[in-house]
């Protein structure tokens, strides 16, 4: 006990003591003193106790009475004052027993000062309180016979002054023997806002019983009035109300049971804030049996109106049913008697469940243990199937498992064998750790008639508490390489797979930053799309300080929000490949990388590719590597692109220079590309895209630039190309060309027109077969790609030109027909093309030859080469001996009258002939090329003119025809050298 209490206590008993003094030296006055011989006694012996100038009078003295008037009595701690006291008794009792019949004392004024009481530190600390101690307080026997029937205090008051203020308290005491050793006690403490009644029977210990009821009605201000500091014990209590507290209590013994305290408490229309807490009832109930302070079972029940921390939340109207135990008044043990309904909703987290709870601290091992019913979790817009959850180990550490945790609408995953930990330690400056671990099963899947194979992942999760914010760690992990997914009809997957998430949160913001990381590594993929093997990925995104409440509701279109996002973003992704293919994509040895970062108040994005061999169909590159870089802005970004490779041992590189303008809302692109010169040497790149072409090869020097620019509906592109030293070799057709150069113009590649520029293309020397053609010459233009248009064409053959009049050629194959005019062909240079023929033409023939292109098929039409009117032509032919030199052989035959009359004559005819077809002046010339009836015979030719001999001139026409198909004829003419 509290040595000043104690001392308080001895000064109250020292009170009382007095009292009953008066009381025996009243009763001695009755036997027969005088008043005032008594009264004097009683002062002096007062004075001998302490008590400083003690003032009363007896004012009536009878032999079945006593009255005392104008008490007054004081100490240097308490005075007491009484306006009477009254006393009855018979007279032989008092004499014999020292028993009174009753006391009634009116108007009594005790008063203590306990604010200068000095402590006692001297005196042993009080044993620990007990009932059975309590029990031994109340025990009557030490007083036993009792010495009066009756005593009452009434109308009385007790004045308490602490070093605060002075408390004063109306009271009454009743006190009755209803044996010679049994006494029944009725108190009443009052107060304006709380009185406290207190019932007793004092007895042996079966018998004894005392009750007290107390009611408060503004129980805070009683704490401030009695407690001042009790808020200073409480800081993190920011707001308490409570309308009236309500407490009753009984102590008692039982036969053959220990002491036992009964006790109801009743707070009424209780409210509080605590910490971050509120919490409203409108009854809340604390009932008690116990034998010892030791340990104190509590039984609370209460409906709640409101229990609330941020956004977790007890629902109301629902009975609380609870089972606290304590345990030298510290928590022992708690058990709730029926699960307990809450909520929590942050927004984008909420849940609700059932939860029941049991603490025992006696279990050093678990002591607390619980179970969480039909947990439903929701997340933004997914909500997670019910669940249940179970935990158990310490105020410290808590072990945890839970059922499969899966989606509640068409789950792709359930995570299966959960299990965690959450530690709580003391120190708060320590963090919180959360820990948990389950599997990850996909849910089944059919493909094509059959179960596709998905990957199962090992999940860790780790989350750190502190009190200024969180960090959580996650990762995933898969448990299968091979396969490590397969979709029947689809593809195949194998490899290893791990995902990284780190991310940390301040408590006071919603401001995030941490990073993800995915780390894949033998990956092999078969797939009619795709297939690879010895693929490995790395890649990271860091961020700095997103809003979480804002980024799901981001407008991913709003250029503004979407940048100042990337601004705080950085991503990196790098990628390798053994083999990698994609009809008719292929590479080997092949890697690039995507890198975002802000810079200067501006974003950087690199992208880089890179393959030891890359094809496409028959194409082959060696040594790629494309390289991208943009800097800027959402509103603008300006980049340069660079390739470069070894096509047939042959450097290429190309470079680009552009601008990305409004990506988000109105995308355009524009730029610009050059194509640096390079040299193809025998080249067979047209045959491998065409193979009509096989064996043909190319040599050249090409050099490429132009400009391009896109939108987000469509893209075109310009093209200037240039070929110089330009040769192909096509032993098929027996073609070689030389000299060749070519000028392309497109303004636009999507439409395929040349717009004001047109096209050049020029050839020094063409051989098809024993053909040769000297300066071929073309320009020409594409027009919205529909048309060639051809301004002209020419090709010098037979010391005249062959011209394509200007045509206007459809692309897509329609029908379409021109004429080709043949100009000034030299005949003799027509004769000197043919080996056999062993002579001299003179003179020049023109014409003109139509073609078609119909139904796909090209025809030649009928055309015509002839000798222009009075255009000088000659023959001139060694034909001696062509019909006279196997004369002298044949065998001999009687002569005719004509061979006589020849022979007179002189006249040879064999010669003759010889002579008229060697020398012929030609008057007339017509080719008749390709007539439409006669399709088998493609040119029938008519020579006329004037034979020439010694008998004289001689008319002559000469008609002849070949006969063939087309084919037949192209290959008869660029072989008739060779013939």
Same mark, same amino acid.
């Given at each position: ?82 306006? @009477? ?171 053959? !049971? ?107 091992? @678990? ?40 989606? &509640? ?10 299990? /965690?930990?959450? =530690? ?10 959360? &820990? ?15 179960? &596709? ?34 979709? +029947? ?91 990698? !293919? ?94 640096? +010169? ?76 040349? /717009? ?32 060639? &248009? ?56 023109? /014409? ?39 004369? =002298? ?54 020579? /006329? ?35």
């Amino acid at each position: 006990m509290n040595p000043r209490l104690r001392k308080l206590s001895r000064i109250l008993l020292r009170s009382l003591a007095a009292l009953f003094l008066i009381l025996l030296l009243g009763a001695l006055a009755a036997w027969g003193l005088r008043a005032r011989i008594a009264t004097a006694l009683a002062k002096d012996y007062l004075q001998e106790q302490g008590i400083e100038e003690p003032q009363f009078t007896i004012s009536q003295l009878q032999t079945d009475s006593l009255t005392i008037e104008s008490i007054a009595l004081r100490h240097p701690q308490a005075t007491l004052a009484a306006d @009477r006291l009254q006393l009855t008794f018979t007279l032989s009792e008092l004499l014999n027993s020292y028993r009174i019949g009753s006391a009634t004392l009116q108007n009594l004024t005790l008063s203590l000062d306990a604010s200068q009481l000095p402590a006692d530190n001297s005196q042993p600390a009080p044993e620990p309180l007990s009932l059975e101690k309590v029990f031994q307080l109340l025990d009557p026997s030490p007083f036993l016979p009792l010495p009066f029937d009756r005593i009452q205090i009434a109308d009385s008051t007790l004045n308490l002054k602490t070093p605060e203020e002075t408390l004063t308290f109306p009271f009454e005491i009743e006190a009755a023997a209803d044996s010679a050793d049994s006494l029944q006690i009725a108190t009443t403490l009052q107060h304006a806002s709380h009185t406290l009644e207190l019932e007793a029977t004092l007895a042996d210990p079966a018998r004894t019983r005392l009750q007290a009821h107390l009611q408060v009605d503004a129980p805070v201000a009683f704490l401030d009035r009695y407690l001042p500091h009790w808020k200073s014990d409480l800081p993190d209590l920011h707001q308490l109300s409570l309308s009236s507290l309500e407490l009753q209590a009984t102590l008692s013994k039982p036969l053959d !049971s220990p002491a036992q305290l009964e006790a109801t408490l009743r707070l009424h229309s209780l409210a509080a804030n605590y910490e971050e807490a509120t919490a409203s009832f409108p009854l809340l109930t604390l009932e008690t049996l116990f034998f010892d302070f030791n340990e104190i079972p509590l039984h609370i029940t209460a409906t709640p109106q409101s229990i609330l921390r941020d956004t977790l939340a007890v629902l109301p109207e629902q009975t609380l049913d609870l089972d606290i135990t304590l345990s030298n008044l510290n928590v022992f043990e708690i058990q709730t008697r029926s699960p307990i309904s809450w909520t929590y909703d942050s927004g984008y987290l909420s849940a609700a469940s059932n939860f029941q709870l049991s603490y025992q601290l006696e279990n050093t091992l @678990r002591p607390l243990q619980g179970q969480i019913e039909t947990l439903r979790l929701q997340l933004d817009d997914q909500e997670l199937a019910p669940f249940s959850l179970t935990a158990s180990g310490t105020t410290d550490q808590l072990n945890f498992q839970t059922s499969p945790l899966s989606l &509640a609408n068409a789950s792709p995953a359930t995570l299966e064998g959960v299990t /965690g930990t959450l =530690n709580i330690p003391e120190a708060p400056a320590e963090p919180i750790v959360l &820990a948990l671990t389950g599997t990850l099963h996909p849910a089944p899947l059919a493909l094509n008639g059959e179960e &596709a194979f998905l990957p199962q992942a090992a999940l860790q999760l780790e989350s750190l508490i502190f009190e200024t914010g969180t960090e959580t760690k996650l990762s995933l992990a898969s448990l299968q390489s091979d396969p490590l997914t397969q979709l +029947p009809g689809i593809a195949r997957l194998a490899g290893d797979l791990k995902l990284d998430l780190f991310l940390e949160q301040p408590s006071d913001s919603d401001l995030a930053s941490g990073n993800v990381k995915l780390d894949a590594s033998n990956i092999s993929i078969q797939s009619e799309q795709l297939n690879g093997d010895g693929i490995a990925i790395q890649s990271e995104l860091s961020f700095q300080q997103w809003d979480t409440n804002e980024l799901s509701n981001i407008d991913l279109t709003n250029e503004a929000a979407l940048y100042s996002l990337l601004r705080r973003t950085q991503a990196s992704l790098d990628w390798q490949a053994n083999k990698l !293919s994609s009809p008719p994509f292929s590479a080997q040895w092949s890697g690039g990388s995507l890198a975002l970062a802000p810079q200067d108040e501006q974003l950087k994005i690199s992208t880089s590719f890179g393959a030891g061999i890359l094809r496409y169909d028959k194409l082959r590159l060696d040594q790629v590597y494309i390289e991208n870089e943009h800097r800027g802005t959402l509103a603008q970004l300006g980049g340069t692109a660079s390739f470069s490779a070894m096509l047939e041992g042959v450097t290429l590189q190309a470079d680009s220079q552009h601008q990305i303008d409004s990506p988000l809302s109105e995308l355009s692109l524009s730029g610009n590309y050059t194509l640096s +010169p390079f040299q193809l040497v025998h080249s067979d790149l047209p045959a491998r895209f065409l193979p009509e072409l096989a064996g043909l090869s190319l040599s050249a020097a090409l050099q490429a630039e132009g400009d391009f620019q896109a939108n987000a509906q469509d893209a075109d592109a310009s093209l200037s190309l240039t070929l110089r030293d330009g040769a192909i070799a096509y032993p098929a057709s027996q073609v070689n060309a030389r000299g060749l150069e070519l000028d392309l113009h497109l303004a636009s590649l999507a439409q395929l027109d040349s /717009g004001p520029l047109s096209s050049r293309l020029r050839i020094e020397d063409i051989e098809a077969g024993d053909l040769k053609s000297l300066q071929a010459e073309s320009q020409f233009s594409f027009q919205n790609g529909t048309q060639l &248009a051809v301004d002209f064409a020419t090709v010098s053959l037979f010391g005249g030109q062959a011209q394509l009049r200007s045509a206007q050629i459809p692309i897509d194959g329609s029908d379409f027909q021109s004429t080709l005019d043949l100009e000034n062909f030299d005949l003799d240079q027509i004769a000197r093309y043919i080996d056999f023929f062993d002579g001299r033409m003179q003179g020049k023939v023109s /014409g003109h030859l139509p073609f078609r292109l119909r139904d796909g098929a090209f025809e030649l039409l009928r055309g015509d080469l002839r000798l222009p009117d009075g255009a000088p032509a000659s023959l001139r032919y060694n034909t001696q001996g062509l019909l006279t030199q196997d004369a =002298n052989a044949m065998p001999g035959t009687k002569p005719t009258l004509s061979d006589r009359i020849l022979k007179f004559l002189k006249i040879n005819p064999e010669k003759t002939a010889e002579q008229a077809i060697g020398n012929i002046t030609i008057t007339e010339f017509y080719a008749d090329l390709f007539p439409e009836n006669e399709p088998e015979t493609p040119i029938k030719i008519r020579i /006329g003119g004037t034979a020439h001999t010694d008998l004289g001139d001689v008319p002559v026409v000469i008609n002849t025809q070949l006969h063939g198909s087309l084919t037949e004829l192209y290959n008869f003419v660029i072989r008739l050298n060779s013939l």
